[in-house]
């Protein structure tokens, strides 16, 4: 069975929801899925799991969520080097639409270049923002889930279950139920 980890921080609990609800969709297809807060994750939990999920909320105007914040010395650290990540973001698009989802980017900033095998890019399509640090370089894609909890929660439950759906193909994990 494939170890999958998914660390999520938040201060709201609206990232954690998410986590969990990322967690029944894996379960629904025959997956656990390990949540944990970072606070509680280390570089040897990450360095163990065969697969990574990453949710990390972007607070006003492009801030890092405090506890990845602090955790990103120990993250550096961890041997990322052709792991198979995703990540997913919480953000307000309307209340913050130069900054949205910049956290999603900022995680990416610091995995991508450790060799990491990202997954999981998500479209921009039916989301109304200005500007995103998570924007791949064709900017029609975010580099992970965009979830907006404030202006567009009635789309997340059907976002997250496309993404797993997405996921799973990517993963290439095989539905086990």
């Known amino acids: 069975m494939t170890d999958i980890l998914l660390v999520f921080g938040t201060d709201t609990g609206n990232t954690e929801e998410a986590a969990e609800k990322i967690q029944e969709r894996f379960s629904e297809a025959g997956h656990f899925v390990e949540l944990m807060n970072v606070t509680d994750c280390s570089v040897d939990r990450i360095n163990e799991a065969d697969v990574c999920i990453f949710g990390i909320p972007t607070w006003d105007f492009g801030g890092i969520q405090g506890d ?34 910049d956290s999603v980017g900022w995680l990416h900033e610091i995995i991508e270049p450790m060799g990491a095998s990202i997954k999981g890019y998500w479209p921009t399509e039916g989301y109304d923002f200005t500007d995103s640090r998570a924007l791949s370089d064709c900017k029609t894609y975010f580099y992970g889930l965009a979830i907006d909890e404030d202006q567009q929660f009635e789309l997340s439950n059907d976002r997250i279950q496309n993404w797993v759906e997405q996921l799973l193909e990517e993963f290439q994990l095989q539905e086990a139920a």
């Open 68 to 101: 990845w914040e602090d955790f990103e010395e120990e993250l550096e650290r961890a041997d990322l080097k052709g792991k198979l990540i995703a990540l997913y973001g919480l953000g307000d698009q309307f209340g913050y639409g130069d900054y949205f989802i």
